[in-house]
């Protein structure tokens, strides 16, 4: 192969789309899709491209601004519903520590989790088979991970409680509800599961089971830390309408710890629709 040869071979390679790995994960830009340990992680599509976004630029601190352009072309949109996609990136991550998406304040985000990448070969000859091995691969990887995955002893509640949580990143709020009701009627003690369905069902306009829920997540609130009492005290006072002090409390929340996902998260979505309001 001459020079302009090896450089053309560079630059269709270069411009192929490629699948990423990064720890358990598998994402697949060209099939919009993010495989965790082989199956399928629901991802609403703006948070599919603001990690399609990270992933691509690794190791390298992405600005809010260039993040807001890239995932929003043609449209002007409150630096919150950033705040909300990368919640639910980080839920559908499992990213509590922020190993994969670090903040950098008040600049933007770091995708710090170590990546690989693979180009996906054209049809034809050599690229064929190459194509397939790296499909093999993926295949034993992924064939060994799920044998280690179902080595792992996890509670049948835990398990169902991932599964509602998926649900709603999926939008199907109705079946995360359904979900997270066998979770309470399995353990009675897991107080995260009344309190995401008190939110959920705040969401879709279900007021007095919201607060049904609340209330179960407000009597089990003295056996769990300041950051669980927070969340319960924000989410009382925005079912009351006091969106304002709601806002300071998971303000608070967010602000006395950093990594708490779900605090991040009802911070973004009460402030985003606070917003609208306001516009309106």
Known sequence: MNPSETDAARAESKGR???????????NPAG???LKDGKAVPVPKKAFQILLVLVENASRTVTKDELMKKVWADAFVEEANLSVQISTLRKALGDEEETHIKTIPGVGYKFVAAVKSFPLAPAGGTRNRNAAWVSVGF???????????????????QKLYRLALNYELGGDDEQALSALDQVVS????????????????????????????????????????QDFQLKVEGLQLELNGENDEALKKFDLL??????????????GELASTHEQKRCR
């Open 139 to 157: 295949i034993s990887a992924l064939l060994i991970s799920m044998g280690i995955w179902l080595l792992i002893r996890v509670p049948e509640e």
């Open 254 to 267: 967010t602000r006395m710890f950093p990594r708490d996902v779900n605090g991040h998260f009802y911070l």
């Open 17 to 27: 789309p490629s699948i990423y790995t990064f720890g358990p994960f598998q994402l």
């Open 32 to 34: 919009h899709e993010l």
């Open 186 to 225: 399995m353990n009675p003690q897991f107080a995260d599961a009344y309190l995401e369905a008190a939110s959920i069902a705040y969401q879709i306009g279900k007021d007095d089971k919201s607060l049904a829920y609340l209330h179960k997540a407000a009597d089990l609130a003295p056996s769990r830390g």
